[in-house]
Structure formats: C-alpha cells, structure tokens
Nanobody
Framework: QVQLVESGGALVQPGGSLRLSCVAS????????MGWYRQAPGKQRELVAT???????NYADSVTGRFTISRDNAKNTVYLQMNSLRPEDTAVYYC??????????????WGQGTQVTVSS
C-alpha cells in the first residue's frame, strides 16, 4: 500500500552534479524521517543523509559539504542534491521513509534504488 519511487540517477563525470528525487505514495498518514542510503558493489548499504519532518538533517562525513538533503512534506518527496561528485560516490542510491499508514501501522519503507555512476 506504500510505494517509494526514486529518480534522477545517471552517469556523471567527476566534479559534476546530480539531483535525486524520491516520491512516497499510497496509504500514508504521516512520514517522520526520510533519508538516502547507498550501496556500492561489494559493500554494505550505508547512510548518506536523513531529514526529519521538521527539517533537521544528518549527513555522513563523506558527503558533508557536498550533498544537501531536503524534503517537501506536502508532496511526500525527498531530494538529494549531490555536488562535486567523486568516483567513490558510485553506488545504487536508495530512498527510505519511516512512516505511519492510514490504518496507523508504522513502516520502514524502501525504494527500489537508482544507479549513480561517477566516471570520466
């Protein structure tokens, strides 16, 4: 009943920028924390950034100063602006939402992922 759909992944050159988007839809009553995680080949999934409903943010040290997370509560959408991209940012990026459904069940929902490749 809840779906998260990411978009915006692409192939980009080092130093370039991308903006990822994730829209949550379905039987949603409220979304608490939204976030982005990533998983590179052969590595575990790791936190990139999170944002609370009130706008408080948290970033991994590796992306601080280069990435910016934001959200539009009215649209149930979270964004990730990625600047100064590096080859080590290459990964599948996943959207996550800690939410409550209209029948008051709490879920930790994940999107299917979007590929970001940083290469010359």
């Amino acid at each position: 009943q809840v779906q998260l759909v990411e978009s915006g992944g692409a192939l980009v050159q080092p130093g370039g920028s991308l903006r990822l988007s994730c829209v949550a839809s379905g039987s949603i009553f409220s979304i608490y924390v939204m976030g982005w995680y990533r998983q590179a080949p052969g590595k575990q999934r790791e936190l990139v950034a999170t944002i609370t409903r009130s706008g408080r943010t948290n970033y991994a040290d590796s992306v601080t100063g280069r990435f910016t997370i934001s959200r539009d509560n009215a649209k149930n959408t979270v964004y990730l602006q990625m600047n100064s991209l590096r080859p080590e940012d290459t990964a599948v990026y996943y959207c996550n939402a800690d939410l409550v459904t209209t029948n008051l069940r709490r879920f930790d929902s994940w999107g299917q992922g979007t590929q970001v490749t940083v290469s010359s």
